[in-house]
């Protein structure tokens, strides 16, 4: 079965870097790419960005451009986000979920990691 | 546009119907049929409920229905129960090649 599994729970001082992976199993890694999502506390979901596991292209959100880098491995079927210069307004849950280049839609997630900025 | 525009809360009574609106514009919601719903439950990861407009992933209840007219998409969920008490969001594709989410809804049952 589809599994998507994250990385821990991580405290960061302001203008620290995090770096959330995503190991996944059950599929043909290759054949989807992998967005990230993240919800800040009280707010919704937050479109960060989109990475074509095939290919490694990429697409950011405007917001996020600049300040944060997805990649894959393809020898251990993981996803990473990095996010560069962390705010306190970076705080939330971020997640993982796969979808399909020319499809519109995310049909696994992880369970989510939430990023702590603390000083 | 930082978020497609939802109603923050609406409530129904246990076997109702609610409808919830998701706004956009013509380079997102009316310019592709590629708007999909999330529920997310407190403490969870969304889960898929509709995708491209008005299809239900499998295993997905068919209590749950979704349409779009003009920049407006709909989310639809009929004999409403308790554990459809949850946070909703409508996603979609845009024309920067991007995507966007709405603002959220959240769906209390009386």
């Known amino acids: 079965q589809v599994q998507m599994v994250q990385s821990g729970a991580e405290v960061k001082k302001p203008e620290a870097s995090v770096k959330v992976s995503c190991k996944t199993s059950g599929y043909s890694f290759t054949t989807y790419g992998f967005i990230w999502v993240r919800r800040a506390p009280g707010q919704g979901l937050e479109w960060v960005g989109w990475i074509n596991t095939y290919d490694g292209d990429t697409i950011y959100a405007p917001r996020f451009q600049g300040r944060v880098t997805m990649t894959t491995d393809t020898s251990t079927n993981t996803g990473y986000m990095e996010l560069n210069s962390l705010t306190y307004d970076d705080t939330a849950v971020y997640y993982c979920a796969r979808g399909r280049a020319g499809y519109y839609h995310f049909d696994y997630w992880g369970q989510g990691t939430l990023v702590t900025v603390s000083s | 546009q930082s978020a497609l525009t939802q109603p923050a809360s609406v409530s129904g009574s246990p076997g109702q119907s609610i409808t919830i609106s998701c706004t956009g514009t013509s380079s997102d919601v009316g310019g592709y049929n590629s708007v999909s719903w999330y529920q997310q439950s407190p403490g969870k990861a969304p889960k898929l409920i509709i995708y491209d407009v008005n299809n239900r992933p499998s295993g997905v209840s068919p209590r749950f229905s979704g349409s779009k007219s003009g920049n407006t998409a709909s989310l639809t969920i009929s004999g409403l129960r308790a554990d459809d008490e949850a946070d909703y969001f409508c996603?979609?594709?845009?024309?920067?090649?991007?995507?966007?989410f709405g603002s959220g809804t959240t769906v209390t049952v009386l």
């Open positions: 996603n979609s594709f845009t024309s920067s090649v991007t995507y966007i």
